[in-house]
């Protein structure tokens, strides 16, 4: 098995564990804890707000270190806080203030471990391979965010949420002796000033003026933030939406989530084709395009109707393949465009951003939701992202010249 390989089982077990977590942690607080409904938006704060805040710190920390010992580091980490969940509910010591202890841990370890294994990925696979090993750990990702979701919720229902966990964290020791087996030498990369001088701050907002000196890189992260603000800003309605607005059943429903996951996997698989038929810049800006178009059929879906479930397969078919054909290009696109020295930071620029939108977008969401009802707020969620589509096009013609 080739390095590479052993870095694409560590990511997709890690992102498999990271997300069972994200799902069983809330069913634990709703099902076992009694949480109420500000508990379970706190929980979801708690894991977020420690990624955007220490995010831009951690790019600039691992600039400076090599990034394997690092993820290693985090899969033990995360396999010790998340066993810590049935050992306390063994003891009957679980409480709310327990898993809000966890929460922003777990948030901030899996920042770190994202932005380490995009900074790491370029040591062991270079220039064209790039883009197929952004493919194949997207992929792998997509398949992962399938199973996660339909296992947790039986995971849940059949050994308890708390005892659920003890299967998600060895997933952690899975990844962690993964990443263990490869047998490429560390590579420490310096600080860009070639001293010690520069403290964790001013790297972090070195990396933050680079990007916004770059076109490229610019364009790339107001993209992801962009789609990350329209993204946050429709998902917390959608559920609503669909079972109360449209009156559909959960069971149909399922399915149609179901074909996401499907359509992910078809579009890592055609991403790399795609770069080679009309150029890895035109791809990206398409994919873009194709987000905001399935985004759109969600409000246009009519009450109690089948024209509803195909409008909601539709957005599967166009979104979720987008999502993640964009996702491996601007990656790729960060990897190739960035300075080894920087790269670190250039990609927690793009993760905080991200971040910041999605908490922004989600409380905007819930106000805007109560006030103007799901519908008007999910189209203009989709009319958001369809401006930024655009404007991300111009953009990217006019910085390729």
């Not at 790339?220 to 429709?234: E, G, I, K, R």
């Not at 957005?315 to 670190?344: C, M, S, V, Y």
């Not at 990609?347 to 908490?359: E, R, Y």
């Not at 655009?390 to 953009?395: Q, T, V």
Request: hydrophobic letters at 55%; glycine letters at 10%.
């Amino acid at each position: 098995m080739s390095d590479f390989q052993k870095l694409w089982v560590g990511q997709a077990v890690s992102v498999f564990g990271s997300l069972i977590t994200r799902t069983a942690l809330p069913w634990c607080a709703l099902l076992f804890l009694h949480a109420r409904a500000l508990d379970m938006a706190l929980l979801v704060l708690a894991d977020l707000l420690p990624g955007f805040l220490l995010g831009l710190f951690a790019g600039a920390w691992l600039d400076r270190r090599a990034k394997r010992p690092v993820m290693i580091a985090c899969d033990v980490l995360r396999f010790l806080l998340v066993m810590s969940i049935p050992a306390l509910a063994l003891t009957g010591k679980l409480t709310l203030g327990s898993l809000f202890a966890v929460a922003p841990l777990m948030g901030i370890l899996s920042t770190v471990f994202d932005i380490a294994y995009q900074s790491y990925l370029p040591e062991l696979v270079e220039g064209e391979a790039l883009g197929r090993a952004n493919s194949r750990l997207s992929a792998s990702a997509a398949v992962a965010e399938v199973c996660a979701f339909s296992v947790s919720g039986w995971l849940v229902q059949h050994f308890g949420g708390p005892q659920a966990l003890l299967i998600d964290a060895g997933t952690f020791l899975l990844s962690a002796l993964s990443l263990l087996a490869i047998r490429q030498p560390n590579r420490v990369v310096p600080p860009l000033d070639g001293g010690q001088g520069a403290g964790l701050f001013q790297e972090a907002i070195e990396g933050v003026r680079y990007v916004g000196r770059q076109r490229l890189l610019r364009a790339l992260a107001l993209a992801q933030v962009a789609l990350s603000f329209s993204m946050s800003l429709m998902s917390p309605l959608v559920l609503l939406f669909m079972t109360r607005t449209l009156a559909l059943e959960p069971k149909f429903l399922g399915m149609v989530f179901a074909v996401g996951g499907v359509t992910s996997l078809l579009g890592a698989t055609f991403a790399a084709p795609l770069a080679r038929r009309f150029g890895v810049y035109r791809a990206t800006a398409l994919s873009f395009g194709l987000i905001p178009l399935g985004m759109l059929m969600i409000p246009l879906a009519p009450t109690r109707s089948a024209l509803s479930y195909g409008l909601l397969t539709a957005n599967q078919l166009l979104t979720d393949p987008g999502w993640t054909i964009f996702e491996i290009h601007q990656t790729t696109l960060r990897q190739q465009l960035a300075p080894e020295k920087l790269l670190g930071r250039v990609n927690a620029v793009t993760k905080v951003g991200g971040l910041g939108a999605s908490l922004l977008g989600t409380l905007l969401a819930g106000t805007l939701g109560d006030r103007l009802g799901p519908r008007p707020v999910l189209f203009a969620a989709a009319l958001l992202a369809l401006l930024a589509a655009l404007l991300f096009a111009r953009k990217l013609s006019t910085a390729c010249g």
